[in-house]
Structure formats: C-alpha cells, structure tokens
C-alpha cells in the first residue's frame, strides 16, 4: 500500500500543479509569461499539458495496476472473513475487543443485543450471538472497484470521443464533420425574461443519416442536450448573422446572409470579397477602446467588415445599417441582423462507463463507512450472562457504546 | 409575503444569526478558558437557535429568489456555515462533546462573516446554472464541507492534544486522541461520501450543460486534490504504525484544500466555476 500512497500523492501534486500553469499555450506564450528557461521547461516537461502528458497518464496507470492487484490479492481473504464474520462459533470461545466485566442475567443481556441494534439472535448451547452488516467488509473493495472502472471508462473515453460544432441559421443543412449524417436547423430561439436576461436558447434539429434515408427530429436547449443517432446534439453558444446586400450600378446583383466570420464574394468578380468581421447591435464608438456595444438590443446596429482583392485587405470599417460601401460599380449594405445557432456534437460510448464506476465508488464508500461490521455475543457461565463485542473499524467508538448498553444494565441491578 | 419582504427578511434574519453564532463562540470560549460548563450549553442553545433563525433565512431567500439560493458567492457562502453548524450540531450532540463547539465556531463565524461581505443581490440565472443537477451538486457540497470543517477542528484538537501535556482540565474536556482520531474519521467519512456525491453530480450537470463532463477546469480539478488528500488520509489512518497523527496533519490540509477549492480557485485561477 506504501506504492499506492506515493502515487496518490504524486497525483496530488500533478493535479495541482497543473491547475496552477495555464494550460494547452505555446513555448512564445509561456516565454512571455514566466522566462524562456521556464517556458522551455515547462515544454520539455509537458507541464503544458499535464493531464494528457506521459508521465501523468503513467501514474494513472500504476495506479490502477495498483488497485486491480490490491483487489485480486484480497479476494480470497475478503471472502474467507465475510464467510467467517457470520459463523458464532468463531467468537463465542473467545472474548470480544470488548467484554463486560458485571455478567448479566439473560433477559438483560438480550435488552443489549436490542439495545445496539441487533435484531436477529442467534441461539446457542450456552451462548447468544449476532452479527450485522457483513456487506461492509466489501466497502473498500467494491470503492477500488469503482475508480478502477471509472479510469477507465475515462480514459477510453478520452480516446475514442468524436466532437463536431456546426453553426448556423434557421433552414440551413451542414454536414457533421465526415459522418454520413446531415444537420438542419429548423428553428433557433432565444427566450427572454422580464429584464431582458436571456432564460434559454433552444434549437429545433433534424438529423437525416445520408446512408440509409432516415431522419429525426429533437430540441436542443441549454442543459436539455438531444439524443439522436447515438450522439448527443449540445446547444453550445450563439452569434450574429446578416443579410449583404450588393448591387453593381444601382442594379441589384445578390443578396445572401451570412455569419460573423463568414464572407461573400461577389459574383461576377469572385476576386472580391467583403468579409464580416463582427457585428455590433447598440454601436458605440469609445474613443479609448474602439468599437463596442452599448447592450445587447438591436439599437444601433453596425457591422464591421473588411474587403480583400485578390488576397489583398483593402479596407477594414464599421458600418451602420443606414450607410453604404462603394467599390468601384459596386454597392455594399448590411440588413436583418439575427442570430445563428452554435450546436456541440459529441459522441462518447464510454460515458456511461465512467457513470458505473462513479455510482459503483458511491457504493463502495457507502458500504465502507456506514454498513460497519460489528459483531456481539453473551456467553452463559452458572446462569449468567457475560458479554462480548467487537467491530473492526468502530473502534473507541464501538466500544464506548457497547460499555454505555453494558453499563446501563449493571446499574440496574 | 412578496419578494422585497420576503429578502429583507432574510437580511435581518442573516445578521442576527451571524450575532447568534458569534455569541456562541464567545460562550464556547469562555467554558473552554474558564472551565465553564453552563457557558458551552448555553452556547450550545444559542448555535441551536442561530441555526433554526439561519434555516429560515435561507428558506426565504429561497422563495424570494423562485430558486434555490445556492448559485452564487454569497448563497454558497451562507450555506456553507448552515451546512458547518448542522453537521457540527449533530457531531456535538451524538459524542457528546461541547468542546468541538470551541474549535469549530470560529471557523464557522469566519465563513459567515466572508458571506457578509458579499453582494446579496439576487440575480437572474443565466441558462447554464438552471439545472436539477445544480442543486443536487450544491446542496451535496454544502454537507461535505461542513463535515471537513467538522473534521478540521477536531483534528486540530488532536494535535494540540498531541503536544499538550495531560492536564486535568485537557482530559476534562477534550477527549482522549483515540476517540478523536474516531470522531474525525467519521467527520471525514461523511464529508468524503458527500464530497464524492458533489463531483459526480457536478459532472452529470457538466456532461449536460457543457457537453463534457470532466475538463480539468481548476475547480473540477482541485475538488479531485480534495478528494485524493481525503483518501490518502483514509489509507494514512489504516496504517497501525502512521496512525493518528499524520492523518490529523492530512485532515487539517484538506480543510485547506476545501477552502482553497472554494475561494483561492475563484479568485486566483480562471475557469468556468468563476461564477460560483
Ligand atoms: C484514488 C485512489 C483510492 C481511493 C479513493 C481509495 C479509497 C479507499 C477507501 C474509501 C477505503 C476504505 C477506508 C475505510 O473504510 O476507512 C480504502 C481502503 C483501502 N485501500 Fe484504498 N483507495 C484508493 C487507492 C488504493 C490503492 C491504489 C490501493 C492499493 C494497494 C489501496 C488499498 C487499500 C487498502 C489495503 C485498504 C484497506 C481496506 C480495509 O481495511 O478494509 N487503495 N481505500
């Protein structure tokens, strides 16, 4: 066990080490942060990325070597004193980790019995006996069980997850990264409160498996993931999408909508592109701190686009919805701003074994610490009672109450 | 009642149990320094009456707000000293054993006293933290800290025990290091079974509102130190030859882990807990 302390506190120290760098950032960063001998030793460590590192996952490992060997090692033994802990004649010829000094008489000695919660008596030739909660022996066993599977079930987990986001408006269909499987979004809506605080954002999807022609439907909100063809669909976040509108000499030429980050190129010039950079709803231009906006309602719009010729940036500005960009013939508006949707997919089989080993670890720590094995027994010397007891892991405790019942009889006689 | 009144009442009722409380641990003072007996059960009574006046504080914040009021700083902090004070209560009363109220009360005062330096506004939730699992999680959490600060204050006893010579007035009142070692181990059993309950239902909540339900983000990542100092104290305390003591030391840094999960996370690392 002395191995299984290090590792737990190796663990310790890694855990909380890592929580301490930032994680996942690049030699330049932590360069920047710390030094550049730190930086480079943060790098050749993996202190980076700690959780996922080598010698991480190879504690991980030991440890689990380490409990599956604890485990087989004490099964026999485990089941020989779980076998043992029940049978009177173990004990009776003994005397407990706890006796009586003052014998009792019989009717007494059962008032004991009842007293520390022993209901079921088993009688003797010369003795009474009873023992409770044998399942407790199998606490700490059934606990390393438990983070064994739950290991596990993470670690494959970790390896075999698939996660996709697809982002989009109402009506649009993407393909789920390169799976057969096609997303449309039916509809996208944002409940608000009273005070205008957002209470939910639901999407209504449809999933249409491209390989066999089927489809379903489901509602996605935030803590209410759907379920569809064994991935769960995550209403993750949302952003802003609008119409662009451009016409060449006054005549209008197309008009399509698209989302912060997306841009159009126009069409009988494919060369030049107008990019939307980001939306603002209550624009606001802050003389410090660039543009900003004022809230989250639709006061002010404006729109910050950049336009590139030939991979080239032209321009970069912000315009309102009541302004015009000019390029040569052509004429560039923004309209109908709305929000678009942002959808997490994550498929996980393994999830569900990290759940067992939770609940199974549950199990165990239930079973370790409130189903204790305690076992009492009166042994008959000329029509006297004198009473024994013992439970392994109550300790002083135990005793103090096995006396408290005991001592509670003495006195009355 | 409508809300305004219904929080306002809770606001009084708040201060006066941070009063009650304080005089609670002015009392266990007194009885612990001057040998007092009546003073830790009037103590006794007054951390009885603080926790009933505290339990109805929290029930009107509670229908004030239209929710549970555990999702922010201050809800979690008041909480939290409500979920000290029962399981501290109940420790008190099942070992009989007033002299856990000298050593527990001030951390106690500490925590509530931290809750009354925060913003009390009820604020509307934002669509993430509107979850069953979020009360589920909080509600597991606020009995296992309690039960570590439990767990705390007397394996502190044990220490000072350890070092302190057998006086008359020691063995009077705090109970020998065996029955200590024991109570703390049954503090810390209670608060590693609810601590274990907080994790997984924090991760069932995760797994639903964030599509992940581990991402080593630090406070997920420092309520699995706790977790793993708690257990090395367990395997610490199995050990005939390493008992008492070094778990003692493991219990106490624990508690600082808890409390360093709790605050120093919110404040010194960032992470998707930041709000609560
Ligand atoms: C994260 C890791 C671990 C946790 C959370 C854990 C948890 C526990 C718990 C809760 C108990 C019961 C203690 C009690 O009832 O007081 C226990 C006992 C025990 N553990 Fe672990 N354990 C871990 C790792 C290990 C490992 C790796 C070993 C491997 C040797 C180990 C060996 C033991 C032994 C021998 C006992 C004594 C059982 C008994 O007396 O019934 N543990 N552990």
Known sequence: MQFALILLLLLVLACAGGSFITQGQTYEWYAAQYSERAAGAIIALGLDHVYQCWWFVAITAFLCLNLIACNLVRLPSLLKRYRQAGEAERYVHTAGAVSAEEPLDEEQARKVFSDLGFRQITQGEGFLFAARNRAGFWGAWVCHLGILILIIGFGFGQMAKETYMVYGLPGQSKAIGDTSYILTIDDFSIGLREDDTVEQYTSRLTVHNASDGTSQSAEASVN???????MRFYQNSTGWAARVNITENG???????????????????????????AFYPDYYLDPGQGPMSLSSKINNPA?????FYMGQMLGMN???????????EYTVTFSEPQNFTIIQIKKDPFTFLALIGGLVT????????????????????NGKWTMHGTSPKGGVLFRDRFLRAVTGKEQEN | MGKEQLLSLENNLFTITMLLYFAAMVLYFIFFAMKKENMAKIGN???????????????ARGIGAGRLPMTNQYEF?????????????????????????????????????????????????????RSNWLGFHVSTAIIAYGAFGVSFAVSLMFLIRDKMSDTAFMTRHIPPKENLDMISYRAVSLGLLFLSFTIITGAIWAERAWGSYWSWDPKETWSLVTWLIYALYLHLRIRRDWHGRSAAIFAVIGFIAVIFTYIGVNTFLPGIHSYA
């Open chain 2, 77 to 129: 902090a008041t909480s939290f000293a409500w979920g000290l004070c029962l399981v501290l209560l109940v420790f008190i009363h099942r070992y009989h054993f007033q002299a856990l109220g000298t050593f527990a009360t001030p951390v106690m005062f500490l925590i509530i006293g931290y809750a009354a330096m925060q913003n009390k506004d009820v604020r509307e939730l934002m669509p993430a933290l």
């Open chain 1, 251 to 277: 005549e209008p030429l197309q008009s399509e909508v698209i989302c912060v980050g997306e841009y159009v190129s126009v069409e009988d010039k494919p060369d030049l592109v107008v990019y939307l950079n």
């Open chain 1, 224 to 230: 209410a993931p759907a379920d569809m063809y064994g």
């Open chain 1, 318 to 328: 912000a315009l309102l919805e009541t302004e015009e960009l000019t390029i040569d």
């Open chain 2, 45 to 59: 009574r007054l951390l009885l009456v603080g926790f009933i006046l505290h339990s109805i504080a929290l029930i």
């Open chain 1, 362 to 381: 549950l199990l165990g720590l239930v079973l370790a610490f409130y189903i204790q094995y305690s076992a009492v027994w009166a042994v008959e010397e």
């Open chain 1, 303 to 307: 729109y910050l686009y950049s336009v």
